[in-house]
């Protein structure tokens, strides 16, 4: 069976508080670890008021705590947003707490506007630029490897395992050259995907860190008793993306009965889009439609995404999600 692994945004819910977001992350978390999952990752977003994990390295202390084994990690950190020293203090101080157990995945795409941008005090187009310098710093860093003149601690010498994310041919070409392990993020960016993978495998080098290409790849995943349950919790989801590419971001609403029959052909195809990369409805039907994922790809991992109103449906999606590839 293919190994699973579990993306969180750390949603905000409409009509909930940050606290519950945080505490509704940790117990999807728990219920991860002991499901099986491999790993528990947290994405970077700013200035969103439906999506908590803006502190990311935070949030996943939060996690560790909350767990025992289940490795805990980024999905990723959006590196021109900060500097390489500060993130290796920050995940070498993760892996000091959490040993052997933190992973690192590392995105180029700034996601922000002016407003952010001068929050961050950085020219964050600019700092992408300087992506590729920065990964290699910042892996040196943790690594020694090659000896700079100022050692970052915690972070020298930290277990930690980095990855490469990206939603275009541009990470998997680094992911190749550096030979790190890459994660495409097909869930919402699904375009480029196949083409992605290809070069990826295609251009590998290996390191002293991986001997061969390693590649996981992004899934929507809601599992429910019925597709029609599981496509009725997939709408708050929906919903938020709508929104989201129509201007209107905010908190992430409750399902809405038939949501799809009410939206206009280009919403309707936005979504239909999106949906190349995903699984919802029965254990069956997630079954199947995962192998049919998998057998296109060759991924060696998927990461299952997917918001719900209700955290407990999550949870529960996330346990027959891995009974039915189990099964």
């Known amino acids: 069976m293919i190994p699973l692994s579990v993306l969180d945004l750390v949603p905000v819910r409409e009509g909930g508080t940050l606290a519950e977001a945080f505490a509704a992350t940790a117990r999807l978390a728990q219920v991860a670890e002991r499901s099986g ?13 439906g999506i908590a994990g803006g502190a990311t390295a935070v949030v996943l202390a939060h996690v560790g705590h909350a767990t025992s084994r289940i490795r805990i990690g980024s999905g990723g950190i959006m590196l021109p947003n900060h500097n390489p020293f500060t993130i290796a203090e920050q995940f070498g101080t993760l892996d000091a707490m959490f040993p052997g157990r933190i992973d690192l995945g590392l995105g180029r795409a700034p996601g922000a506007g002016p407003e952010l941008q001068r929050a961050l005090r950085k020219n964050l187009h600019q700092a992408a630029e300087f992506f590729p310098q920065d990964v290699v710093e910042l892996r040196a860093l943790l690594t020694g490897e090659p000896k700079l003149p100022l050692k970052a601690t915690p972070g020298h010498g930290a277990n930690i395992e980095l990855w490469m994310l990206g939603s275009s041919l541009f990470g998997a070409d680094l992911a190749a050259q550096l030979g790190l392990p890459y994660a495409f993020a097909s869930h919402f960016a699904p375009d480029h995907l196949d083409a992605a993978l290809k070069l990826y495998r295609e251009r590998f080098r290996p390191s002293p860190w991986l001997d061969q290409p390693h590649a996981m790849a992004a899934m929507t995943v809601f599992t429910a008793e019925t597709d029609a349950e599981a496509e009725l919790i997939a709408t708050s989801q929906q919903q938020s993306f709508v929104r989201l590419r129509t201007g209107e971001p905010g908190k992430l609403p409750p399902p809405v009965p038939g949501y799809r029959d009410t939206l206009s052909a280009p919403a309707q195809s936005l979504l239909a889009h999106i949906g190349q990369a995903s699984a919802v409805g029965s254990p069956a039907t997630v079954r199947a439609a995962i192998g049919r994922f998998v057998e296109r790809t060759a991924a060696d991992e ?7 109103f209700d955290p407990a449906a999550r949870e529960h999606s996330l346990v027959l999600t891995m009974e039915a590839l189990a099964g």
């Not at 999952?37 to 008021?49: G, Q, S």
């Not at 998927?302 to 719900?308: L, P």
């Open 37 to 49: 999952y491999k790993r528990f990752w947290v994405a970077e977003h700013h200035a969103m008021d």
């Open 302 to 308: 998927i990461v299952v995404s997917g918001a719900t």
